[in-house]
């Protein structure tokens, strides 16, 4: 067995619990115990324990009703039932609901560590699925773009004609839809891949430097030019330019990059000799162009040459298919990288963050995610932990706050369970000692009939 699993022993008599603690502490193991079903539940919310020994019999919440919480709540934890010689029926009522095996009192150690050998089996199989099922799951996936809505799936099955071809692209869409992923997808699959792919915002260059980094210059064409250098263009040598925020570059560039489109040479600044270039541009902008030209802002000439081929990048709001999916995404990177056992989100935190309209889009998200990691105190993140969300913009269900979405949507399901804290807890996906924490926190009662 695997020394490095995590035990917590749950039994409401405290020499079960004291007996089995010692036992397996000496084996080595990590070992933790409970006097209740409840004191389990906050336990597991703390630190993910691998194994569960848990008594049939308790008060307040029995065995039966914790094993369903935690089938529900954390599938992968196994839970081995403790039961007396009489409870047998119990114990098999008990297999039948996912309890792994079920241990007779008094303990016999042979048969204990039978039973553990048993569940390191189980839980090595389950690991190898966990895998394969992780590897399926990048399916989802083209080249870190995650999505399984219908609008990505169509972009994963343009990508690799597009890439197969050396066409100017333009891609569409919001701030923070992942426009670049996209556009570096595209050029990972094309013919160029093993050469550079070199991004710029237009947008937070000012106009009179952009000339300098796309087209290079030579030393002493202006005050601060005191060596030459290459440009962009000449840098990317077989590569791709993703040009972010075209919509942005005033009618002077516009002209000076539709000349390169048409000739492939470019002059340096302080430069009269032309130079040979050799790329392929993406272009990317959120800005509507169609309108833009209409107005006088941007060349209709130059809209034709990079915008050969146009691929619109949904907003998430109009994909939330993908929300769920992205969110264990960045609750794996995030939990990886800060080394913190936050594994899980709350089915009530989904439901949340689903009402929320995301302005910033998947990049919005992904911060949210990885500040809810940092700030976590448990594995589990709930709405609480995305206060910080931004109240200014709408929601979908016209709620002002996450919290006030949360008292609403608790109040609701209470509601709903006719005020039954078990059944109304297992609608939120939360264990009734913490349904009753946020009941008191929010101030609500039953409406009187």
Request: charged share 30%.
């Amino acid at each position: 067995m695997d020394k490095k699993m995590s035990i917590m022993i749950v039994d409401d008599e405290s020499i079960v619990r004291e007996s089995l603690y010692h036992w397996f502490e000496r084996s080595g193991y990590r070992v933790d115990t409970a006097a209740s079903g409840f004191e389990a539940l906050e336990k597991l919310e703390e630190y993910p324990f691998d194994i569960l020994f848990v008594d049939i019999k308790m008060p307040g919440m029995d065995g039966l009703e914790l094993l369903k919480k935690v089938k529900s709540e954390y599938r992968d934890t196994i839970v081995i039932i403790i039961t007396a010689y009489g409870s047998i029926e119990s114990a098999i009522k008990a297999m039948k609901i996912g309890a792994s095996d079920y241990l007779l009192k008094p303990f016999k150690p042979d048969y204990l560590s039978l039973v553990l050998e048993k569940v390191t089996q189980q839980k090595k199989r389950a690991d190898e699925y966990n895998y394969l099922k992780g590897r399926l799951e990048k399916i989802t996936r083209f080249d870190n773009i995650i999505g399984q809505s219908p609008p990505m799936k169509a972009i994963f099955e343009l990508i690799p004609d597009i890439a197969a071809s050396d066409a100017s692209v333009l891609l569409t869409g919001e701030t923070g839809t992942g426009k670049e992923l996209i556009a570096k997808a595209i050029h990972a699959k094309s013919p160029r891949s093993h050469h550079p792919f070199i991004a710029i915002n237009c947008g937070a260059v000012p106009d009179n430097l952009l000339e300098s980094e796309l087209f290079g210059h030579r030393k002493g064409a202006f005050t601060d030019a005191v060596f030459s250098r290459k440009g962009f263009l000449e840098v990317v040598a077989g590569g791709t330019l993703f040009l972010d925020e075209i919509g942005e570059i005033s009618s002077k560039m516009q002209i000076d990059l539709l000349r390169v489109l048409e000739e492939k040479k470019i002059t340096k600044v302080g430069s009269s000799e032309p130079l040979d270039v050799n790329f392929r541009l993406i272009s990317a902008t959120r800005r509507n162009l169609d309108e833009a030209i209409t107005q006088g802002d941007f060349r209709e000439d130059f809209y034709y040459r990079i915008n050969v081929i146009r691929l619109h990048v949904p907003p998430l709001r109009k994909k939330m298919e993908d929300l769920a999916l992205l969110v264990n995404h960045f609750l794996n990177k995030y939990s990886q990288e800060t080394a913190k056992r936050v594994d899980r989100v709350s089915r009530g935190t989904l439901t949340l963050l689903k009402q929320y309209d995301w302005p910033g889009n998947v990049r919005e998200l992904e911060n949210a995610i990885e500040r809810a990691v940092v700030l976590a105190r448990s594995r589990t993140l709930t709405p609480a932990d995305f206060g910080f969300l931004s109240t200014t913009v709408s929601r979908k269900k016209g709620t002002s706050t996450l919290k006030e979405m949360e008292r609403a949507y608790i109040l609701e399901t209470l509601g709903n369970c006719g005020w039954n804290i078990t059944r109304a807890a297992k609608v939120l996906n939360i264990n009734r000692v913490t349904l009753h924490k946020k009941i008191d926190r929010y101030g609500l009662r039953a409406e009187k009939q």
